[in-house]
């Protein structure tokens, strides 16, 4: 199991990407917000559909993943990094995630998304930014 890292920007994170790609020689895979199916529970202000949702590049072997926090979202420099974790078994997903949340704090309970049948999103105890997701290949 490989733990990859997300790196969030405040509305520029194509410049970044792009900046990236250049130096590591990489091209990067990219999603936006507009991209995403249409959800009339969470709709999507125009502003923000050209904003990265995901977005993964290969630098020196190591997939680092990068996206957009739209503007309603808190966003700090400096505390904009969470680490992800794909597991092969909802149970390990389920297992890690309630191990990771005691004493912090659950942003995104585990959950059915349309790029894996098993996501969730939380901050622990010590300020970290966890993703703990069903493997895609698995999903």
Do not use: H
């Not at 969470?42 to 949702?53: D, N, T, W």
């Amino acid at each position: 199991m490989a733990v990859d890292v997300y790196v969030n920007f405040r509305g520029n994170c194509r410049e970044a990407l792009d900046f990236y790609a250049k130096i590591f020689g990489s091209v990067p895979k990219i999603m936006t917000f507009g991209d995403a199916p249409p959800n009339p529970n969470f709709p999507i202000a125009e502003e923000v559909k050209k904003l990265i949702m995901n977005s993964s590049l290969n630098i020196n072997g190591s997939n680092v993943m990068f996206s957009d926090v739209p503007p309603d979202r808190p966003f700090a420099a400096g505390n904009n990094i969470s680490l992800v974790l794909a597991f092969n078994s909802i149970d390990q997903v389920q297992s890690i995630f309630n191990q990771l949340k005691e004493g912090g704090r659950v942003d995104m309970e585990l959950q059915a998304t349309f790029w894996t049948k098993c996501y969730g999103f939380l901050v622990d105890k010590f300020g970290i930014g966890w993703q703990i997701m069903l493997d895609t290949e698995q999903a």
